[in-house]
């Protein structure tokens, strides 16, 4: 098993704060990253991807990808209750035929109102 | 319609019995996956298909057998259940885009929690 690393938490936020979610794999041969966000009792479902270094925003959440580190990041901006659910980093690793996704332990969030 | 469908939802059985657990996906992937979620949320992958073929076996005990008839199947079949077996196995697909990245995804299945007792 590929090592993806992750914060387990709980991680709780005020209503209206800014979230902080950090994640770090081990293989450099890493290509995607994706974060993934699961309520209790559901499947995971994709609110996020990026594949190359920088910022990537999409409504309140921005990834950050800085493969020399190694690290991916999620923020959360004006957290919601309803943000509050585990996040799942997760990498892919290998060749084209059949990309391999590899998860961290996951962190869970818990917006307080 | 469910892009991916795995039954049952709830696995109830003893210590020692076999069973199955069936997925199909209807989004045309190449590649399907089953993977195994603790009580501590951690989802681990156990087998890799691509075109029904074996990509990837991640240590998992050979009482683990996974069928893939065609590739929108792909059935996980436990022998001896034990009670350490007791997890929620998601199973998944994905395809490789032709080009670049931007939409590359793993579609999951709702989850089959299975209880060994």
């Known amino acids: 098993q590929k090592e993806v690393e992750q914060n387990s938490g709980p991680l709780s936020v005020p209503e209206g704060a800014i979230a902080s979610l950090n994640c770090t794999y081990s293989d450099r041969g890493s290509q995607s990253f994706f974060w993934y966000r699961q309520y209790s009792g559901k499947s995971p479902e994709l609110i996020m991807s990026i594949y190359s270094n920088g910022d990537k925003e999409d409504g309140r959440f921005t990834a950050q990808l800085n493969k020399a580190s190694q690290y991916v990041s999620l923020l959360i901006r004006d957290s919601q209750p309803s943000d509050s659910a585990t996040y799942l980093c997760?990498?892919?690793?290998?060749?084209?035929?059949?990309?391999?996704?590899?998860f961290g332990t996951g962190t869970s969030l818990t917006v307080i109102p | 319609d469910t892009a991916v469908s795995q039954t049952p939802k709830y696995l109830v059985t003893q210590m020692g019995n076999d069973k199955s657990i069936k997925c199909e996906q209807n989004l045309g992937h190449d590649t399907m996956y089953w993977y195994k979620q603790d009580s501590k949320k951690f989802l681990k992958i156990m087998f890799s298909y691509n075109n029904k073929e074996l990509i990837i076996n991640e240590t998992v005990p050979n009482r683990f057998s996974p069928k893939s008839p065609d590739k929108a199947h792909l059935n996980l079949h436990i022998n001896s259940l034990e009670l350490g077996d007791s997890a929620v196995y998601f199973c998944?697909?994905?395809?490789?885009?032709?080009?670049?990245?931007?939409?590359?995804?793993?579609?999951f299945g709702s989850g089959t929690q299975l209880s060994v007792l």
């Open positions: 997760a990498v892919t690793i290998g060749p084209n035929t059949g990309n391999q996704f590899y």
């Open positions: 998944a697909s994905s395809q490789v885009p032709l080009k670049g990245r931007s939409n590359e995804k793993l579609f």
